[in-house]
């Protein structure tokens, strides 16, 4: 076999395709560097077999090296588009897709091999491509398959380009694309259109313009894994250095004057790269340990900061214990204080209502009509004392976690009518309508206590009158849910606002900007009263309103009788 200085360098390409599969492989194992390795491992065998196809001695053995280019040309067609459906995810390969190309690989092996119907016998031609070969009666079925894969896997590489979160994702797969489609159309050209009208001479070119698409493919993935771009075209040109090298003592070619020209080139370029990256890594060993040394010293002083800031947070908590135990203290005393004071109010003021009342009935003999009216003022004033401080008892207690409660399995809608016919006066006086539902079973009993809840219901509309408009309305709705029982109350009042609606039951003596407007002389009681009576029976209260002017809707939520 006469070896050319062509042949030679289709050989030299081919093992350096096959260092990029290998080198990218090694520096990511996942599915994208497995797939391109095959992809690679494909084109090297192809890039190979042309080379030999070129020094082919005998039509016999040129017959059987086209034949197997173009075996191993359909395979990297159906593996071209392995790789896109995988890259760069990572993804799997369809099983109906993946064994049904596999098995056409199968019978175009059975169709190039054992028949002429792809590719006929070889001729003779002369000059640097020695032989050409005729086309079987079949021969559109490779283009098919090569064409179909090829052009598939630039529609999945196109999608995927426009698809990437990434900006510059997106960039690297545009330049991916373009890359690939301008640089495997050469190739394509002289190996495949040209042979098909019987131009033969320039197949050579072809394996040595491929190295162009195969480069754009690993950068690409070399890229996308964040691998060290220098160290692997090192890795590459000392693989193909030491295969050249290797095969160069087992055979007598002579290399000439271009040959040891390129082979000096690639030794000075690989030679760069490697002091290149011994030098890097050397400083980056200097870098490491100074910055070894700086954490070192920054980890000490960090430990003393931990130390200090731990002994600081151990005395802000004993402090804050401290604190919390007399604030406990303190609100307990509160309590009680209340509790007595409030107990010590209610004797005297029961005394006075007493007196008051025997006057009205004349005990004490007649009542002029001036005095009768001055007496029945003191009275009222005194009921409201009284309800007052009953008021703040009660709320001391709940909050005590005194159990107060008599509760019962009870509907709350004779309740609600009471309560209802209580304000009837003030209703009429401002003309507003109340809507509710009659039927009974839109009242399921429910755990209450009857004289307390009343309260509850008492304080909230009696709010949706006090602070509704003037020829407004008044709506209640019920539902359930889960076994729980929810009222609505919904009124056409003034309207809370957002910042207003959080603060209304948590404190004492909080009212609504419009409420205070409307009502000066309002002690802020009635809904914290209310809700500590709703929390002692399992159930919330809440308070919604989109603003001043708006709606407002109470809606309490309490536990339906088992």
Known sequence: MEITGYALTIWFVSLLIGSLGVVVFRGGNNRSSRMFFVTVFLMTLWTATIGLFTVSQTAETATFLVKLCYFWGTAIGVFFLFFFIVYPYNRRVPRPLFYGLIGSLAAYLFLYFFTDLIIGKAFYIGGIVRYGWEFGSLWFL???????????????????????????????????????????????????????????????????????????FAYSIVRYQQMNIKAVTAEVLASVMTAVFFANIFTEVSWGTAGRIVLFVLFLVFGYFLLRSVAAEVRQKELLAKLNDTLTHFNQQLQ???????????????????????????????????????????????????????????????????????????????????????????????????????????????????????????????????????????????????????????????????????????????????????????????????????????????????????????????????????????????????????????????????
Request: hydrophobic share 45%.
């Open 142 to 216: 490779f283009y098919l398959i090569f064409y179909t894969c090829f052009l598939s896997g630039f529609v999945i590489l196109f999608r995927r380009a426009r698809h990437f979160a990434s900006p510059e994702d997106r960039r690297n797969m545009r330049y991916v694309f373009w890359g690939i489609l301008i640089l495997i159309s050469p190739p394509t050209l002289v190996n495949i259109i040209f042979p098909q009208f019987g131009y033969f001479r320039l197949i050579w070119l072809g394996p040595i313009m491929s190295i162009g698409w195969v480069s754009v």
């Open 304 to 562: 003393e900061r931990v130390r200090e800031q731990t002994q600081a947070l151990k005395t802000s908590y004993e402090v804050e214990r401290t604190a919390r135990v007399e604030l406990e203290k303190l609100n307990d005393a509160k309590n009680q204080f209340i509790m007595i004071t409030q107990h010590h109010l209610r004797t005297p003021l029961t005394t006075i209502r007493w007196y008051l009342e025997s006057i009205t009935q004349g005990a004490f003999g007649a009542v002029a009509p001036e005095l009768s009216q001055a007496v029945a003022s003191v009275k009222s004033a005194a009921e409201r004392l009284t309800h007052l401080i009953n008021n703040f008892l009660d709320i001391t207690e709940l909050k005590a976690g005194k159990d107060i409660l008599a509760i019962a399995a009870v509907s709350i809608q004779p309740m609600m009518r009471a309560v209802l016919e209580e304000l009837r006066d003030d209703m009429k006086r401002l003309d507003i309508m109340v809507q509710y539902p009659t039927d009974d079973a839109r009242w399921p009993a429910v755990m209450v206590d009857p004289h307390k809840f009343k309260e509850v219901l008492f304080i909230v509309l009696d709010n949706a009158v006090r602070y509704n408009k003037k020829g407004g309305s008044i709506a209640l709705t019920t539902d359930t849910a889960h076994d729980r029982f929810i009222l609505k109350i919904e009124n056409t009042g003034l309207g809370i606002t957002k910042a207003e609606q959080g603060r209304l039951f948590t404190d004492l003596f909080q009212r609504g900007e419009a409420a205070k407007r409307a009502h000066p002389v309002g002690r802020g009681l009635g809904l914290a009263l209310a809700r500590s009576i709703v929390s002692a029976h399992h159930g919330s209260i809440r308070i919604e309103s989109e603003g001043e002017e708006k709606t407002v809707t109470v809606v309490i939520d309490l536990p339906l009788a088992r």
